[in-house]
T-cell receptor, first 114, second 116 residues
């Protein structure tokens, strides 16, 4: 059974710092890995999707890497801003299901201090 | 696209009552998902529809839960005889199905349920 873990559970950084969020998964047989952002009391917004054949994806100040063999992904945020404060969730879509359901980690709560 | 919408946004009910939530996916998205998120946890998959067919149900979906998507457009999730453990955020997501397993899912704002 696929399990997804995220560390740290919470992170507080001063504005302008570069930071890394970590995600690990137990079964490397995945189709893709996605990073989402969730603002308090809101739904999820997709940030980046990395196909299993890819090593990384970039969007603006965000860079996500994937090492499928070791079951790890990182989300790098450059020059953090207070507006980046949110919960970041990673999710995998694995071969185990007949559908495109996502298996989520518990998230990292990020606070960027002005 | 107007995005995925969910109604109501908040629901407070007493234990034992029935509740129904509605999800309107992005138009022309034929795939629809329901997830449940409890406080401090990531979302957990509940069920999946392709058009009007319910193709997968999680073991989390007990007999008290039922989901429908009668015309392949909007979907409803009903919880009968609610229990305090049902208190959670219920999230709906949709996708077009055009890119198979390479596409993202678009999430609605969720319905937050509190069972007293």
């Amino acid at each position: 059974k696929q399990e997804v873990t995220q560390i740290p559970a919470a992170l507080s950084v001063p504005e302008g710092e570069n930071l890394v969020l970590n995600c690990s998964f137990t079964d490397s047989a995945i189709y893709n890995l996605q990073w989402f952002r969730q603002d308090p009391g809101k739904g999820l917004t997709s940030l980046l999707l990395i196909q299993s054949s890819q090593r990384e994806q970039t969007s603006g100040r965000l860079n996500a890497s994937l090492d499928k063999s070791s079951g790890r992904s990182t989300l790098y945020i450059a020059a953090s801003q207070p507006g980046d404060s949110a919960t970041y969730l990673c999710a995998v879509m694995d071969y185990g299901g007949a559908t495109n359901k996502l298996i989520f980690g518990t998230g990292t709560l990020l606070a960027v201090q002005p | 696209d107007t995005g995925v919408s969910q109604d109501p946004r908040h629901k407070i009910t007493k234990r034992g009552q029935n509740v129904t939530f509605r999800c309107d996916p992005i138009s022309e998205h034929n795939r629809l998902y329901w997830y449940r998120q409890t406080l401090g946890q990531g979302p957990e998959f509940l069920t999946y529809f392709q058009n009007e067919a319910q193709l997968e149900k999680s073991r989390l979906l007990s007999d008290r839960f039922s989901a429908e998507r009668p015309k392949g457009s909007f979907s409803t999730l009903e919880i009968q005889r609610t229990e305090q453990g049902d208190s959670a955020m219920y999230l709906c997501a949709s996708s077009s199905g055009l890119r198979g397993r390479l596409e993202t899912q678009y999430f609605g704002p969720g319905t937050r349920l509190l069972v007293l």
